[in-house]
């Protein structure tokens, strides 16, 4: 059974840092793609960013500068560093993995930046 779990998330004030965690379980995540979205109160779910197969990071322009994507496929594992962070961040993160339109999904972690 595929599992992707979510870590990290937590309260933090504007200007602050977290990284998230996505352990995965079930699959082995050296040949997906690994994405971050993430989906505010009221707000459709939208990408953040995602990192291939072969190592290349992708951001939204929101977050580009301040995030950092990366991947260990030793530890099965994808994270995503965050800093300088602000209010508009604030979101529930889910951690994705997709190969040849598969997609996986955890349950979210949630991230809230106080001003």
């Known amino acids: 059974q595929v599992q992707l779990v979510e870590s990290g998330g937590g309260l933090v004030q504007s200007g602050g840092s977290l990284r998230l965690s996505c352990a995965a379980s079930?699959?082995?995540?050296?040949?997906?793609?690994m994405g971050w979205y993430r989906q505010a109160p009221g707000q459709l779910r939208e990408l953040v960013s995602f990192i291939t197969a072969d190592g290349t990071a992708n951001y939204v322009d929101s977050v580009k500068g301040r995030f950092t994507i990366s991947r260990d496929n030793a530890k099965n594992a994808v994270y995503l560093q965050m800093n300088s962070l602000k209010p508009e961040d604030t979101a529930v993160y889910y951690c994705?993995?997709?190969?040849?339109?598969?997609?996986?999904w955890g349950k979210g972690t949630l991230v809230t930046v106080s001003s």
């Open positions: 079930g699959m082995i995540i050296s040949s997906y793609s």
């Open positions: 994705n993995a997709e190969l040849r339109n598969r997609y996986y």
